[in-house]
């Protein structure tokens, strides 16, 4: 039975007949946030992201607000990152886990002024004088020892310590969820083990898991003013050529105790959240990262596309198998929606 029995078109009708038949729906509560707090920025302000046109950094009390306006619009959650003053960077990246560092403040503001779901993002390299995600050994020029790309070997085992004391203090700030996004092996566990010692048993896991190094993080690295010194994080980050990889970092954050898996960057990276949510059960988050936002911000301004492009990018990303998706969009689409 084919054509002209079956025809296709009649599913696709009118407005109506396509909305009931439509298979992907990006909802509010899909969206998670991405906002930037600036210990240096006070009182009411904020600065734009070079960048990252409309995004901006935060003092806390600006930041608060906007999430204020962002949580009556619909959203539900939110993850925080923290840019420290320079002058505090140290080599193991100590304002990441003082109890009084900016994502810490940032945190609990948001709990105190809000009910959205406070993500933490726990990483090193915002805070690190060499902007590196963990602890790092550099060579010398001719070292024999010396089998980096360039000199600088970034320590995994040491990491661990550290990264465990930013999701403690993360949660003692009233973190629901803690995100490590450092790409060290183990860390899962050692942030579990280290969270249920200090009575944060409830405390969930978002695991980058499949985090590519990848170009599109550029936006970020600039508004985080995160770039590495020396190096880059190829020795960490997963190679953007690797899919079935990817599935073996998930089972292991699994293994771990990740209570949700996340695949990052996303749009150029579909094919893996389709491939991750077909082998687990775990909800699965992706990062809609601020290449893929600049990029289309740029072409949109430029008049060489819409922005029907932005909603028809998220509901791919969906459609590819994600449950919850961190955009910078997320302000547009809580308008749209
Ligand atoms: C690292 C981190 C990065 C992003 C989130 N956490 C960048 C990196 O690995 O260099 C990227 C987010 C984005 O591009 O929007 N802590």
Do not use: W
């Not at 539900?76 to 810490?104: C, L």
């Not at 089998?147 to 930013?166: E, F, H, M, Q, R």
């Not at 050692?190 to 009575?199: F, K, M, S, T, V």
């Not at 992706?286 to 936002?293: D, H, K, P, Q």
């Amino acid at each position: 039975m084919n054509y002209p029995i079956i025809r296709m078109r009649r599913l696709r009708k009118n407005a109506n007949i396509r909305e009931i038949v439509r298979e992907t729906k990006v909802n509010k509560e899909d969206l998670i946030y991405p906002i930037y707090f600036k210990e240096s920025l006070k009182g009411d302000e904020k600065e734009e992201i070079p960048t990252m046109p409309n995004q901006f950094r935060y003092s806390i009390e600006s930041g608060v607000e906007y999430a204020k306006k962002l949580e009556a619009k619909g959203l539900k959650s939110i993850i925080v990152f923290g840019i420290p003053n320079e002058d505090t960077k140290d080599d193991i990246g100590s304002p990441a886990f003082r109890e009084d560092g900016i994502v810490q403040k940032a945190i609990k503001a948001l709990k105190e002024n809000t009910n959205l779901i406070v993500i933490g993002d726990v990483c090193l390299c915002q805070y690190t004088s060499h902007g590196h995600c963990g602890l790092i050994k550099e060579y010398e020029d001719g070292d024999i020892e010396d089998n980096t790309d360039d000199g600088v070997k970034i320590l995994n085992d040491p990491s661990l310590k550290y990264l465990a004391k930013t999701a403690v203090s993360q949660a003692k700030a009233g973190a629901d969820i803690v995100a490590p996004s450092d790409m060290m092996d183990g860390r899962v566990e050692a942030i579990r083990n280290e969270l249920d010692a200090n009575g944060f048993e409830d405390v969930m896991i978002i695991s980058y898991s499949a985090k590519f190094a990848s170009s599109f993080y550029a936006p970020f690295r600039d508004a985080a003013d995160s770039v590495p010194g020396k190096g880059n994080r190829k020795s960490y980050q997963m190679d953007s050529a690797n899919g079935r990889e990817a599935i073996r970092e998930c089972e292991l954050d699994l293994i771990e105790g990740a209570d949700m898996l996340m695949v990052k960057p996303a749009l150029p990276y579909l094919d893996i959240i389709t491939k991750v949510k077909d082998e687990f059960d775990l909800p699965l988050v992706t990062y809609n990262v601020s290449g893929e936002y600049s990029m289309l911000v740029a072409a949109i301004d430029k008049g060489y596309l819409t922005e029907e492009s932005i909603m028809e990018s998220l509901v791919s990303i969906k459609r590819a198998g994600a449950d919850l998706i961190i955009t910078y969009f997320a302000p547009f689409v809580l308008d749209k929606l």
